[in-house]
């Protein structure tokens, strides 16, 4: 049986050899850490799917770089948050140039079906979350979400760990604060989920 | 329930019907796939490399303007007859604006002079994809794209070695920026130029504002006000840059 790991050191040589099956199979392995991540952080359903290509395309570039004695979901993810940096930059005082590129068929998924209830309470919580500062954002998603160590998290960003540990605190932290003051929303929403 | 555990439940609840369509995998595989092609014959067919590579891989992201482009294929137009998107035109510029940078004004001349050759060469026996199959042609044509691509290489490695060092930001913004308050200058009013130069301005100062050193945005630090004039300040610019012959995508589309 071949550990975790080793999967991914194989599919990367392969897909070094030219087998671009390989790669389908990374990308299989690893796109619903990088699109959740990378909707989260860009908070927009529609060009995240676009920055995914991206960040696909600009890895496989740099693959030849890849060291294989690093992990890969990590390594993968560092350049996703590059890519989600650069986005960031463009939105805001950059311009894109006309592509003439299909619109992905994505969009409008609401979903009413099931729990929405449950959403409506999560929703305010992480609405908070999107308010802190991005760097904040960064480090509690990736923990939270991706449910990355903080030693990964360190090999993501670069940064030193004891940075990470104290970003991860600090939005913590203001969080709490926050939901000191929410209380009486948040109980609201509870007491409509009890009632059901 | 703590902290701990309701982010991770409310992290998961939010994400998890989030699924992203199968087509974008296709467009990877289908991008690489035409990426790894050229790079196989990169030996033999430098100059294809290059060429072919701004026609046909498509990829998002930035792009600059257009002079130097048009400088090597007349014009827009004449890209798009050889299977070249408008995306296709912004990456051979920003390869261009990259050879420009990495190379002495001496040099990129002499570049430039063999890339306009390359160029036409191009535009008359490129296909529909934008390859060239020198394979199949005459001596006389044979002779002279071996000479181009000789005479190339040398160039090509230094800008291969270059782009491996510095493998960020496609383009510089500053000098991009430049080049368009040059060039606006000369094409706008005087009223008009100064509209567009204080509405860069004000681009950059809110840049500065949210820009980190180390790049990361931090967008929270602008009041509702001021998002809402900088959002204003990038619409008013648009028909600027239009005006400048740069296609400018609009937000959300």
Known sequence: ?196 | MNLDEQLRTAYQEEAKDWTISERTKHKILNAIRSESRLKRHRKKWLVTVLLAAVLIVPTGAYAGYTYLANEMYGSQENISAVGGTSEDYMRLEEKLQSAKAHLSEEEFIQFMGLMKQMGQMALKYADQQGEMHPEQWNATEQTEFNRLTTELAPFFEKLEAASVDSPKEPMDQEQFWKEQLAKAETKFSEEQFTEFKSLYEQMKKYEAMVMDQDGDIHEERLSAEQREELKQVRERIFPFLEKLGLDVRKPGE
Request: glycine content about 4%; overall charge positive; hydrophobic content about 35%.
């Open chain 1, 1 to 196: 049986m071949m550990s975790e790991a080793e999967k991914y050191i194989k599919l990367v040589e392969l897909t070094r050899a030219g087998d671009y099956e390989a790669y389908g199979e990374l990308y299989e392995l690893t796109v619903m850490d990088v699109y959740r991540t990378v909707r989260f952080l860009i908070h927009d359903s529609s060009d995240g799917e676009d920055l995914v290509q991206e960040i696909y395309i600009q890895a496989y570039r740099s693959l030849e770089r890849y060291d294989s004695e690093r992990a890969f979901r990590p390594w993968l993810m560092g350049v996703t948050m590059r890519q989600v940096r650069s986005y960031r930059r463009r939105r805001l005082t950059q311009f894109r140039f006309s592509k003439r590129m299909e619109k992905s068929d994505t969009g409008l998924e609401y979903d009413f079906s099931g729990d929405l209830i449950n959403k409506l309470a999560n929703r305010p919580l992480l609405e908070q979350v999107h308010r802190l500062p991005y760097k904040l954002q960064q480090a509690i998603t990736l923990h939270y979400l991706n449910e990355y160590t903080q030693e990964e998290i360190s090999c993501i960003l670069e940064i030193p760990l004891g940075t990470v540990k104290s970003r991860i605190h600090a939005a913590l932290t203001k969080l709490r604060q926050n939901q000191k003051l929410n209380l009486g929303i948040r109980g609201k929403v509870e007491d409509l989920h009890e009632s059901r």
